[in-house]
């Protein structure tokens, strides 16, 4: 079969000609066994981060503690690891300490699940200790050796394994489900961050749905952040994920699934950046107003048209609205957009100045108002973009305001 990781064969030559044992381990034999596009190459050796930052011209120590140096070449980052076992490596370096280090064999062994337990030498052979790759062949997730140590170790690696069951469209096996079912509770001394990561891939994956029901069936789902009381998802109530197209619009139809209506509290809670917490405060707006709705041009042109149609997709894949309408449904917010005689504030022939020089008004919030107001007469068609039709408006606008206040 020859080593297909040819980019990084110049780690594991300059290794091993040094006297050290060195593998590709880890989620990248598990793609290319999978044919899956590669991301990360992980290095496994029994030199010590202190030998494999002399070895190489360009490192950074990015995890010395767990014993992890970067090796940067070519714009790529490979991460050389010294084998490690549950009680780490030996890193006492008196001329007559013989240090200690695992084996490779003990470095799989505390890895989490038997497909991310495999390693590759520089000629191609497939080191597989826990049979990954029959569980690979099987499709299934399944630990390494008993469920609740390695859960014990680390419990994120409950949401791992539902993430790649929902990745990879495996199954989980029976014992890791009742172990996750034991252990769920372990997941409330996991940090947020890492929980958000897992749950945004797993709401990503082609086996959400399954992954979702494992979650619940688990109870997993009741441990995470502000789900203690999430709703019961079934396949038949699962939204239709393969429509939507970012972790905004999954996010958006997960928290409606399950009931969640303060997305405001859930977002703080989670630690969304400020980015994803605005898209899916964005979105969940829009699909109260379109619910009730069809678009309007001026409903267009406040949401813009991303906007429109991701809030479209999370309707159809909430059932609201039909999958096979979703086409006509964009070339109607195009086309209303299209007809929009102006597509941003910014196109105005006024700006909030020269309503300030027009106006017997101090500065206050009216700007916002009056601004938005013009816009929507504008996108409507009820008044052109013109300098003095704008400000005969204003005048009328300024003596409609006084009545009402
Ligand atoms: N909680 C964890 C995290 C990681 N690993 C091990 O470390 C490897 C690398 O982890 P990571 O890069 O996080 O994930 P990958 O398995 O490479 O998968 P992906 O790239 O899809 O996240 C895994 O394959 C697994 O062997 C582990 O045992 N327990």
Redesign the pocket.
């Known amino acids: 079969m020859g080593f297909p990781f040819k980019n990084s064969a110049f780690i594991l030559d300059q290794l091993i000609s040094h006297g050290f044992e060195a593998y590709v381990?880890?989620?990248?034999v598990?793609?290319y066994l999978l044919g899956r596009p590669i991301?990360?190459i992980?290095v496994a050796t029994s030199a010590h981060p202190a030998d494999v930052v002399s070895l190489f011209k360009r490192t950074i120590p990015i995890g010395i503690e767990h014993g992890t140096v970067a090796v940067l070449s070519h714009g790529s980052t490979y991460e050389v690891t010294t084998f490690r076992s549950e009680t780490g490596y030996d890193d006492f370096r008196h001329p007559n300490h013989v240090a200690f280090v695992p084996s490779l064999e003990q470095d799989l062994m505390?890895?989490?699940?038997t497909i991310?337990?495999l390693a590759m030498d520089r000629a191609g052979i497939i080191i597989d200790l826990f049979g990954g790759q029959s569980d690979i062949k099987k499709q299934r997730i399944r630990t390494v050796g008993k469920a609740e140590e390695r859960i014990s170790e680390?419990p994120?690696?409950m949401m791992?394994g539902m993430r790649f069951a929902s990745?990879l469209c495996f199954t989980l096996g029976q014992t890791e489900c009742e172990a996750f079912h034991q252990k769920a509770e372990l997941l409330k001394n996991i940090s947020v961050e890492r929980i958000n990561q897992e749950m945004t891939r797993l709401l990503a994956g082609k086996g959400v749905a399954n992954a979702l029901i494992l979650l619940f069936k688990t109870g997993c789902i009741h441990k995470l952040p502000m789900l203690e009381h999430a709703g019961p998802v079934t396949n038949a109530n699962t939204p239709r994920y393969w429509i939507l197209q970012s972790d905004e619009e999954r996010w958006t139809a997960f928290l409606i699934s399950v009931g969640i209506d303060d997305v405001h509290a859930f977002a703080k809670a989670w630690k969304w950046s400020k980015n994803v917490r605005q898209s899916v405060l964005r979105l969940t707006a829009l699909l109260k107003q379109r619910s009730k709705n069809e678009w309007t041009r001026e409903a267009v042109y406040f949401a813009g048209t991303n906007d429109a149609k991701a809030a479209d997709r999370v309707l159809a894949a909430l059932g609201t609205l039909h999958e096979n309408d979703l086409a006509s449904c964009e070339r109607q917010v195009e086309f209303l957009w299209n007809a929009c005689p102006i597509h941003s504030r910014s196109e105005l022939t006024v700006t909030g100045n020269q309503f300030m020089s027009w106006s017997e008004f101090k500065p206050g919030p009216w700007l916002a108002e009056v601004i938005q107001d013009l816009e929507r007469d504008i996108v409507n068609g009820r008044i052109e973009n013109k300098l003095e039709v704008i400000r005969s408006w204003f005048k009328k606008w300024q003596i409609t305001q006084k009545k009402q206040s």
Do not use: C, I, K, P
Request: no cysteine.
């Open positions: 381990v880890g989620g990248a598990r793609d991301h990360d992980d505390r890895r989490d699940f991310n337990a680390d994120l690696r791992r990745e």
